[in-house]
């Protein structure tokens, strides 16, 4: 496997990363053996996160049964010093570690978050503190926004940065990922199947792939699914000309309600979280069916409940989205699944 180097971090890894969302959506003996088969076949990063229920447990296990050394990343959405630091222990020991490589801030949606986490007694002020002691290696951060990210590549204040890249959300090729890489910050590319919303993970892997000196971390749950994701990484990545009008088949179909999470819709009056509702389809793929169910899940249907239509959001969509009508659309899905 070809390996790079992740910024200035001194770490080097395959670019064929892991994503841990998948395996907690199955269960825990299956979850293990694909995280074991991943490592044991040349996977030398991992990524998981704090609120993917039981991946950084799972991952601890498979990890418990192996000499491969692996660089370990997790994610906490805690964004004070003490919610951040809480986080970081409890990964530590689902991890079953005493220190990990990388930790993030996970989800940094916009600029008010941003100035949260990086101000006195925020989380990147405690993740500052636990590198001093040894606790974790190095500080990256998270966030579905191009705009933050440009941010946050310029004030340099973040080791690593993991950025939606697929090819129905290429535009960071041209702007955040030469941008990060020139100033030697690492990326980390997530979602190559845009959230499962992309019926053929081969051809999203090879649009990744084909972009040098990134990391990507597609998530599987079984072995034969790495197997595949391996063979398109061992094979060239170059598009024919009938997968690159493949691509453009998908981007017609999904151009109009695919949504990008890039949040310019809001603020919406009503406070619907709109990126999060018309992403329920590809969360509940990648989750499973419980997801819907508890927490942030639940609380994001319900809000999208209250949506008034009144249209305000369809004038600072970049990409025109119905939104309304997704939202209704979601809705009638959600209640479906959950009826079933
Ligand atoms: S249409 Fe619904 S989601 Fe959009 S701004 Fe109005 S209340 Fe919010
Ligand atoms: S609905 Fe449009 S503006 Fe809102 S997050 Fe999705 S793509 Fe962005």
Redesign the pocket.
């Given at each position: 496997m070809n390996r790079i180097a992740i910024g200035k971090t001194g770490l080097k890894v395959n670019r064929l990363g892991f994503g841990g969302i998948p395996i907690a959506r199955v269960d825990e003996s299956q979850a293990v053996e694909t995280v074991l088969h991943a490592v044991e076949s040349g996977v030398d990063f991992i990524d998981t996160a704090r609120n993917y229920k039981t991946s950084e447990r799972r991952i601890g296990i498979a990890l418990q049964q192996t000499n491969k050394r692996v660089v370990l990343a997790s994610k906490s959405q805690g964004r004070t010093a003490d919610d951040i630091r809480a986080d970081l222990e409890t990964s530590l020991k689902e991890l079953q570690k005493d220190y990990l490589d990388l930790y993030q801030c996970h989800f940094v949606r916009d600029d008010q978050v941003y100035q949260e986490i990086i101000a006195p007694g925020g989380a990147l002020e405690g993740l500052m503190q636990a590198k001093q002691e040894g606790l974790i290696g190095h500080i990256g951060l998270t966030s579905h926004s191009l705009d933050l990210l440009e941010r946050v590549v310029d004030e340099g204040l973040f080791e690593t940065i993991m950025v939606c890249y697929s090819f129905l959300e290429p535009k960071a090729k041209e702007s955040i990922i030469p941008k990060a890489l020139a100033k030697n910050i690492g990326v980390i590319a997530m979602k190559s199947f845009s959230g499962g919303v992309v019926d053929d993970p081969q051809l999203a892997l090879k649009y990744v792939l084909s972009q040098p000196d990134i990391i990507i971390i597609p998530g599987v749950e079984t072995k034969e699914l790495f197997d595949q994701n391996r063979k398109v990484f061992q094979g060239s990545y170059s598009l024919s000309p009938a997968e690159k009008l493949k691509i453009e088949t998908i981007r017609n179909r999904y151009g109009k309600s695919?949504?990008?999470?890039?949040?310019?819709?809001?603020p919406c009056s009503e406070e619907v979280p709109?990126?999060l509702i018309?992403g329920v389809r590809s969360a509940l793929k990648r989750f499973g069916k419980s997801f819907l169910q508890e927490g942030w899940p639940r609380e994001a249907i319900d809000k999208a409940r209250i949506c008034s239509e009144c249209g305000e959001?369809l004038e600072?969509?970049?990409?025109q989205?119905p939104?309304p009508d997704?939202i209704k659309e979601n809705l009638e899905w959600v209640d479906e699944q959950l009826k079933a």
């Open positions: 695919f949504c990008r999470r890039c949040d310019y819709c809001q709109i990126q018309l959001c600072r969509c970049p990409y989205l939104i997704l």
